[in-house]
């Protein structure tokens, strides 16, 4: 069974053109959801946590906000080098604090 | 501080060869873990650590074989390396401190099984 489901698994966008992310999760007990950014042949670079709902963190142009059960990342006026692809996780239950990821959104946006 | 360093960051395997992926922590973290990436696949979970001598496995752990006798490696063993086992392979540490959690990735070996 998903734990973590991201939407949508590509998107486009054009320079300036804001939008959102949305990953959404099942597990029970969250102790915290994550944001990541990956870029073409690297490792996934970690962007926010978030632990419990009503909770929003920025960074730049991005915006991760968190209900009890799907987190957003909003994009506002993006920029050619937020082309990345996001991965959402959260922790896998009884996993020694490993986590479990959706599948990403890859992001492409254009001038 | 070198964070998470994985080696070879290429390698490429025939079917039936076995071969170590290594990962190595400088940070003492206390919590390791293995994932495969393959694409439209995300990340997935390969064995995780919590602590020198403890391992387990987690969401796709056949064809590989994990230890960790010391804190700060964690080795990826391919026993018999099949076509299936191509992906892109991370190591990852963490530490928890307060309740939270923190990650360190590694920037991946890239495996492929010919």
């Known amino acids: 069974e998903d734990q973590v489901t991201q939407s949508p698994e590509a998107l486009r966008l054009q320079e300036g053109e804001s939008s959102s992310l949305n990953c959404s999760y099942t597990?029970?007990?969250?102790?915290?959801l994550f944001w990541y950014r990956q870029d073409p042949g690297k490792g996934p670079e970690f962007l926010f946590t978030l632990y419990s709902a009503g909770e929003e963190k920025e960074k730049e142009r991005l915006k991760a906000t968190l209900t009890k059960k799907e987190s957003f990342l909003h994009i506002t006026a993006p920029k050619p080098e937020d082309s990345a692809t996001y991965l959402c996780a959260v922790q896998a239950p009884n996993s020694g604090y490993a986590l479990n990821f959706g599948k990403g959104t890859s992001l492409l946006v254009t001038p | 501080n070198a964070g998470v360093t994985q080696t070879p960051k290429f390698q490429v395997l025939k079917t039936g060869q076995s071969m170590t992926l290594q990962c190595a922590q400088d940070m003492n973290h206390e919590y390791m873990s293995w994932y495969r990436q393959d694409p439209g696949m995300g990340l997935r979970l390969i064995h995780y650590s919590v602590g020198a001598g403890i391992t387990d496995q987690g969401e796709v752990p056949n064809g590989y074989n994990v230890s960790r006798s010391t804190t700060e490696d964690f080795p990826l063993r391919l026993l018999s390396a099949a076509p299936s086992q191509t992906s892109v392979y991370f190591c990852?540490?963490?530490?928890?401190?307060?309740?939270?959690?923190?990650?360190?990735f590694g920037s991946g070996t890239r495996l492929t099984v010919v």
């Open positions: 990852a540490s963490s530490y928890v401190t307060g309740g939270r959690v923190g990650y360190t």
């Open positions: 597990v029970s007990g969250l102790r915290g």
